[in-house]
């Protein structure tokens, strides 16, 4: 083949040319479906969700009769009106107790292998009767005790309603700790974020986002390095990272996982309607979206054990502005919720 | 001539040695899409032998921290990112839990017979 003939060349030069074209319409489509949500959403073999499942678990959480002082429901910290968690640097328990962790939102937990700041619980399940059973939390007990004459399940055993909704959502299974936890998980599923003007956008309505939320997301994948951590669909690598908060007192996953690296992490956050859900950070540390990005803009306040991701980012005042209106753009409006009615017998 | 029967013997018995120790083999598996994968293909458990070599390299780009607090082997290579390795030899039979610290997704059982 005479690779010296003028056609040739030109030849050469326009397939390299539509190559290029092709590789770049290509790592653009690939790069970005991993953004667009899931077809389904994930639920174990042994609780599929059904319409009778999802309606008590929403009667649950909303009861406060599950605590031991028949006063704090799921909802009470998990409240819809403030993007599923609380509006508080950290959680208010029983007694009016002051925790030590922010509530996190249960938006999308679905999507998320482990619960929890420190992943503790591998699955909603499992996560479902902590808070209810944990002395700071909901102070429950789901049996008779010592100090109690009635446990939470006497208590729903008690009640007509109850009854039937368990019988109906999971025939002959009865009210048991397992049929609670799988109530609440069902309900819980439900619980999705809506499609942001970021998802209209990547599903091709190009005026969805400003181009200040354009030039905040090219930033967000790129110099400031979030998307190392906040990835995919739900805006979380579902890892544990030590971000270099100033909090020595919480030793984090490490109390889970005896790895040197754990020492101070936390479980990524899901940044999706993260502007309903400040104050920010697994010690409500910071109450806007700006603070939090000056927070890794300086590379973390302390150093140590901080992870290797963590880096002085040197951004201008505006490129942090556009990292801030991208957040936002993360931000869909929440489905409306009906408040169920309760048994009272 | 009786001199030269025995370096053969020598000879013999040395190589001999040399092929035992070349019979421990080193297993690359790769960090790659958040999962552990042996030749390209994710895997959850893999079995060797006692004295093989396990290598762990990150393919992926960010940082990935291998881990396990077995009984058979307690090991911490640290977080490394993409391109660097390191290796773990499994010197006794058993079966060892290796995991990410910072993507307990990544999990893999390591069984050494
Ligand atoms: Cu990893």
Redesign the interface.
Known sequence: MDIKSPFNKFGQKVLLALCLSLIGTSVLATDLSHYLRPSEIPQPDNNRMTPERIELGKMLFFDPRLSGSNWISCATCHNPGLGWSDGLPTAIGHGQKILRRSTPTILNTAYQ??QLWD?RARSLEKQALGPIEDEGEMAQRLHKSEDRSHGLIDELNALKGYRDAFETAYPGEGITKKTIAKALSSFERTIVSTDAPFDRWIKGDKKAMSKSALRGFTLFEGKANCA??HSNFNFT?????NIGLEDATDAG?YAI??????IG?FKTPTLRDIALTAPYMHNGAYTTLEEVIEHYNVGGISKENI???IKKLNLSNSEKSDLVVFLKSLTGKPSPITYPMLPVE | MKQKYLFNIMFIGLTMIFTTTAFSEEYVIDQHN?SFQLGGKKIEAITIKAGDTIRFKNED???H?I?S?SDLKTF?L??F?KGQSKTVTFDKAGLAEV?C?????MYMEVSVQ
Request: proline share 13%; hydrophobic share 30%.
């Open positions: 292998p482990l992943g190392k951590c690598d579902n890892g544990f990272h996953r996982r005896k790895v040197k690296i754990l992490a992870s290797p991701n | 958040k780009p960010f940082f921290n881990f607090l911490d640290g977080s990112p995991e610290a910072i993507h307990p997704e």
